[in-house]
């Protein structure tokens, strides 16, 4: 050991002397270097991997981006489902807001462009180098798929809410200003061509949760052809992730997973729970999972746990009126309030069917209790909460609401309400794919073929069937916020059908009705985006100015 360090101090001080010998102007000089490129980086299976697990990371960014409420953006803040109902003259709340430099529609524009389709198209690109070593065309072409399937995902994600935008479809290796908006239907078209490869190129299953496959590729097709009217199409592409072509889907029906012997529960309460939302004997439900691991470097992002309890859970632990310490407990939680469902969502929707699982005390906690300290008289500690109660405007603003149980749990990891919090989420679920097979039904005015689809839903929910002549568009909204609140990405379903300005003024939290517009069915291009396009006019979607 005392040679090596003997050989380390000769070889520095010769390195210091050297450097002492030259002129002070070499020391300025720069030496180009190779730059890593898609010819020198990407040269083998495991190097494309590496870099499409940035894609995956951009996905826990979609659920984990920031502590407030920007993450129930693209969950429907602001419209029919959720509101921010802190203050109404927050954006969502407020849409005169909603302009050219808000920032939550352009994070979600930039993460598009800035991750998803950079990363795809350098992975298309390089996976041509004939200096790659491809063990087959096979193995090639499932990578390829993989990065299609993300950059059709992008472009979905892009066009239900923004319409016609620039198609990139290669690397971009020098700067341009001269983008041009491309029309809706054509970026739609142009991410069915890629979800039509992916499909065939992505296998059925993986050994790598949250890697997505081929069912992923058909749920999302199904969607894309149901904007492109392709009715026929999206009913194909339900079926073969429904029917088994595409692996084995199947709505869970029993109790499974992590807490299933625990009594007074059921198994959609079971489809929430830390640990059971991958595929495991009992759960086939869930084709695209997001991955948030509590152990594993990189297991989140942003913060050292999700944060859908915090944002989504009403804050009753910090309230002395209602007899806590406001110190949040293990059972508890510790939300915050940051997002509350709308009456439509907590209320109006469950009317007249008071068999629905999803809306038992299980699922959503309607009942609240006085705490330990006592309460004002004649109440006691473990006392229910009476409406009567609830004189103060934040009562049911932030300390007693409806808390759907998916968003959280009442045992954290180690006990601890701040950060024991740790699920994954689910991208998609089986349930969605029946509902987009119904509206796909539905377009065609095959009603009776849409019905028994919801009803594949609602019997296992135990709801009342809904009969053929009742299925309406509206109809297929309200079943979705039902079974899919909190996971599916509201704003893109209500923007690729046009309904965000109507299903906001029908449903939507007071201020957020009385202030949306007919042009807030499309969201703004970013500003910084249009100027930096300075050698090709790039149009602002009507209604929004500088």
Not at 41 to 57: D, H, I, P, R
Not at 159 to 169: F, M, Q, T
Not at 487 to 515: C, N, P, V, W
């Amino acid at each position: 050991m005392r040679s090596y360090k003997n050989i380390l101090v000769i070889a520095t001080m010769a390195a210091m002397a050297l450097g002492a010998c030259k002129k002070d102007s070499d020391f300025l000089k720069e030496t180009q270097k190779d730059a890593l490129n898609t010819s020198n980086a990407l040269l083998n299976k495991a190097q494309f991997v590496e870099l499409m697990g940035s894609m995956y990371q951009g996905v826990q960014r979609m659920y984990n981006s920031a502590d407030g409420v920007q993450d129930a953006f693209i969950l429907g803040l602001g419209t029919d489902v959720c509101f921010d109902p802190r203050d109404d003259a927050n954006s969502y709340n407020n849409w005169s807001l909603v302009n050219t430099v808000e920032p939550y529609s352009a994070n979600w524009f930039n993460l598009q462009y800035g991750t998803f389709l950079k990363v795809a198209n350098t992975v298309i690109a390089g996976a041509d180098n004939p200096a790659v070593s491809w063990a087959s065309d096979a193995e090639k072409n499932a990578i390829v798929g993989e990065a299609r399937f993300f950059r059709a995902f992008a472009y979905r994600n892009l066009a239900n809410v923004y319409g016609g935008v620039p198609i990139v479809d290669k690397p971009t290796t020098v700067p341009r200003f001269d983008y041009a908006r491309a029309t809706r239907d054509e970026v739609w078209k142009f991410a069915k061509a890629d979800l039509e490869f992916a499909r065939t190129w992505l296998p059925k299953t993986t050994t790598s949760p949250g890697r997505v496959v081929m069912a992923a590729a058909d749920h999302l097709l199904a969607e894309i052809d149901i904007s492109l009217k392709d009715y026929d199409g999206a009913i194909a592409a339900a079926t073969r992730v429904i029917d088994g072509t595409d692996g084995n889907y199947s709505l869970v029906k029993a109790r499974f997973g992590a807490r299933a012997t625990e009594a007074n529960k059921d198994y959609y309460w079971d489809l929430f729970v830390m640990g059971n939302q991958n595929t495991q004997p009992g759960n086939n439900e869930g084709i695209w999972v997001a991955q948030f691991e509590p152990v594993i470097p990189g297991g989140t992002v942003n913060f050292n746990r999700p944060l859908i309890e915090r944002m989504m859970w009403c804050s009753y632990w910090s309230q002395a009126k209602f007899g806590y310490k406001a110190l949040a407990v293990d059972s508890t939680g510790r939300g915050v309030a940051f997002v509350r469902g709308t009456n439509y969502v907590n209320y109006d929707i469950w009317n007249n069917d008071p068999g629905d699982i999803r809306n038992n005390e299980t699922n959503i906690k309607r009942n609240y209790y006085f705490g330990p300290v006592s309460p004002a008289a004649p109440y006691h500690p473990g006392d229910l909460i009476p409406r009567s109660f609830l004189t103060l405007r934040e009562d049911t603003m932030s300390y007693v609401y409806p808390n759907w149980q998916k968003f959280g749990t009442d045992k954290h990891i180690n006990a601890q309400p701040d950060n024991g919090y740790i699920r994954d989420f689910y991208v998609m679920r089986l349930p969605e794919t029946y509902l987009l097979r119904a509206e796909a039904h539905l377009d065609k005015g095959e009603t009776q073929l849409a019905a028994a689809d919801i009803n594949v839903v609602r019997e296992r929910a135990q709801a009342q069937d809904v009969a053929a002549g009742d299925v309406t568009l509206d109809y297929v909204l309200d079943e979705r916020a039902r079974e899919l609140f909190g996971e599916e990405f509201r704003m893109l379903t209500l923007g690729r059908l046009g309904l965000i300005y109507q299903r906001t003024k029908d449903h939507g939290y007071k201020a957020s009705a009385s202030s949306i517009q007919s042009f807030n069915n499309l969201l703004p291009i970013p500003q910084t985006v249009i100027d930096l396009n300075s050698q090709a006019p790039m149009a602002q979607n009507p209604g929004y100015t500088k």
